[in-house]
Each structure stands twice: as structure tokens, then as C-alpha cells.
């Protein structure tokens, strides 16, 4: 069992930055890849970013790529989604993931608002 916390999440004006949280707990949960995806009102979730356990190669979505970037802490019970310039496109609840070979989890989610 994984259990995932975001925090970070707020309202802010086009073009500033923001950093959200996932704290990570469970068994092995190191061992896990750990993303980031985000739903805005009447659309349906979509990947954001990515960062794979075995190797530490990251992935993003285009719509963020260049702005955004997603790491962990040196113990990889946190991870983190860096947001640069950002858009009122970007308005969304994000939600941290944790994917295991047969098994995903999802932690609450955070809301961001981005004022135009």
C-alpha cells in the first residue's frame, strides 16, 4: 500500500511559478515511478510528467515541456513538480502517481489556478 500527498498548490497571476509536493509512504515505494497529472472542469485527466525509477529519465507533455520539470529528494520519498511561466491553461488539480509493474496509486490532488 502507497499513500501520496500533494501540497503546493494556490493561485497565482500568468507567468509565476509554483512548486508542488508529493510525500510518498508504503513498501518500496522508492522503487516506484512517480508522475504528475492534472484535470481541469469538464476535460479529462492528462499526463504531465514523468520520472522513471530505474534510471531517473524523465518524460513530459508537450504543453509543459521547457516549463515544468519533475525530480525527487536524494532519500525519493518526495517528489517534486517545478512550474515556471505559467499559463491560465495550466489551471487544473494535479495529482501525483505512483506505478508500480501492477499496481498505481494516486494521492488527492492539488489545486492550481492561474490567473490571465
Not at 53 to 79: C, E, H, L, M, P
Request: hydrophobic fraction near 35%; charged fraction near 20%.
Amino acid at each position: 500500500q502507497v499513500q501520496l500527498v500533494e501540497s503546493g498548490g494556490g493561485l497565482v497571476q500568468a507567468g509565476a511559478s509554483l512548486r508542488l509536493s508529493c510525500a510518498a509512504s508504503g513498501r518500496n515505494v522508492s522503487r516506484y515511478d512517480m508522475g504528475w497529472f492534472r484535470q481541469a472542469p469538464g476535460k479529462e485527466r492528462e499526463f504531465v510528467a514523468a520520472r522513471r525509477w530505474s534510471d531517473g529519465i524523465t518524460n513530459y507533455a508537450d504543453s509543459v515541456k521547457g516549463r515544468f520539470t519533475i525530480s525527487r529528494d536524494n532519500f525519493q520519498n518526495t517528489v517534486y513538480l517545478q512550474m515556471n511561466s505559467l499559463k491560465p491553461e495550466d489551471t487544473a488539480v494535479y495529482y501525483c502517481n505512483a506505478a508500480g509493474r501492477y499496481q498505481g496509486y494516486w494521492g488527492q490532488g492539488t489545486q492550481v489556478t492561474v490567473s490571465s
